[in-house]
């Protein structure tokens, strides 16, 4: 018990007081990168809405609210950086009730699905109140660093260090847009050759996915599966994707947008996972237009 309270204790000031550099098993970063703290706390001004996005960055950089606004929807975007499964769910878990949304369109990248989790979960940790959820996202992910940043967020939670905290909408070349997009300063992405690569599903991940989706089927909340578009040489990459498409598709709707969409590397995108504003706006368009003729209901 001494040991337990000393080493909470030596976390905190260590946590608070030291570099970075020096707290390698520590991560608490607010205000990080992809506007998390932000979206998080625009997320309360929402409710009663017509579509909520989730995913990872391919969410947030990929489904413009502005553009389905126009169309007349109510939309939100859920998405932060590396998201995987087992952040989707905690999320869900704190949002879904208020924000009540009639259609979820959830970014199904295959990276999500193999990765560990930890990115997203220190993300989520450092930028939004922690709560029993966090434990329990915190207890499968089981990695230290995790760990350790929950415990000294829940301690900085206690003293309410966030309430005097301002993200600026503009940082580098990002600018956060009302509604959870982040639009990136317009760039081209050069081609390079890459490794080829085969898509392999965690276990706990995919639990992790189903549970998202029995939650939102015991809400009685459609479901639409999306594979946002990534550059057409990563895309080429993948060793399975038809084996990935089927394992999608089986759940429920799935949309592989890279079938779907003509879209070019050096036009299209800024690197070689995410679009660019111009293919933000073909891809957005040629959503809304298959919404439309799916007859979605608002």
């Known amino acids: 018990m001494f040991s337990a309270v000393t080493y909470i204790i030596i976390l905190f000031i260590w946590g608070t007081f030291m570099p970075s550099y020096l707290t390698p098993n520590l991560n608490y970063v607010k205000g990080s990168y992809g506007h998390t703290y932000t979206r998080l706390q625009d997320v ?60 979820v369109i959830y970014d199904v990248y295959p990276n999500t699905f193999m990765g560990d989790g930890v990115e997203s979960s220190l993300d989520i940790i450092s930028n939004e109140k922690n709560d029993l959820n966090s434990v329990k996202m915190a207890l499968s992910v089981n990695h230290l660093k995790v760990y350790n940043t929950l415990i000294y967020a829940f301690l900085r939670d206690i003293f309410d260090w966030r309430k005097n905290f301002k993200e600026s909408l503009v940082k580098g070349d990002d600018n956060y847009v009302k509604g959870g997009f982040v639009e990136k300063e317009l760039a081209y992405y050069k081609t390079k ?29 459609s479901v639409i599966l999306v594979y946002v578009p990534i550059a057409p040489s990563n895309y080429s990459r993948y060793t399975n994707i038809r084996e990935f498409d089927s394992v999608m598709s089986a759940h429920m709707k799935y949309f592989n947008f890279n079938e779907k969409l003509i879209l070019n590397d050096s036009l299209h995108f800024y690197d070689p996972d995410h679009l660019n504003q111009n293919g933000v706006k073909l891809f957005n368009n040629k959503l809304i237009e298959i919404l439309n003729e799916e007859k979605f209901n608002r």
């Open 193 to 221: 050759t890459l490794l080829r690569k085969e898509i392999k599903f965690d276990s706990t991940q995919l639990d992790a996915f189903n549970e998202c989706l029995r939650l939102l089927e015991k809400n009685k909340i």
């Open 44 to 103: 309360k001004d929402y409710e009663n809405i017509d579509i909520l996005f989730l995913g990872s960055s391919h969410t947030y950089r990929g489904f413009d609210n502005r553009i389905f606004n126009a169309s007349g929807l109510k939309t939100f975007n859920l998405g932060s950086s590396a998201q995987t499964p087992l952040q989707t769910i905690t999320l869900l878990k704190r949002h879904l009730t208020r924000l009540s949304p009639k259609l």
